[in-house]
Nanobody, 123 residues
């Protein structure tokens, strides 16, 4: 598994971004995938997760109704649609492949991490 996160950028409050996480080796279609973020001076936190077939999704309370996670039909790319962004969403966003078919808020459940993509939301 080799993950590449992309799609970050700078937006104003209320804007939207869609992040992508691709597995260049096309081997994580059987794994759950999670998105995490790490804001300035903060710990890395779980944002959203999706199961290997996309049938099970979970979100941090702070982003429910605001972010949507999905994956393509082949399972090789996972997306994070982020709407109504606020400055508190500013962070480096990481995608990670889980050890098994389901995603968990527990960082220890993941063994492959992408390099991160920066999202900056200005007021």
């Amino acid at each position: 598994v080799q993950l590449q996160a992309s799609g970050g950028g700078s937006v104003q409050t209320g804007g939207s971004l869609t992040l992508s996480c691709a597995d260049s080796r096309r081997t994580f279609s059987n794994n759950g995938v999670g998105w995490f973020r790490q804001g300035p001076g903060k710990d890395r936190e779980f944002v959203a997760g999706i199961s290997w077939r996309g049938g099970s999704k979970n979100y941090a309370d702070s982003v429910k109704g605001q972010f949507t996670i999905s994956r393509d039909s082949a399972g090789n790319t996972v997306y994070l649609q982020m709407n109504s962004l606020i400055p508190e969403d500013t962070a480096v966003y990481y995608c990670a492949a889980a050890r098994g078919p389901y995603a968990s808020p527990d960082r220890q459940a993941y063994n492959y991490w992408g390099q991160g993509t920066l999202v900056t939301v200005s007021s």
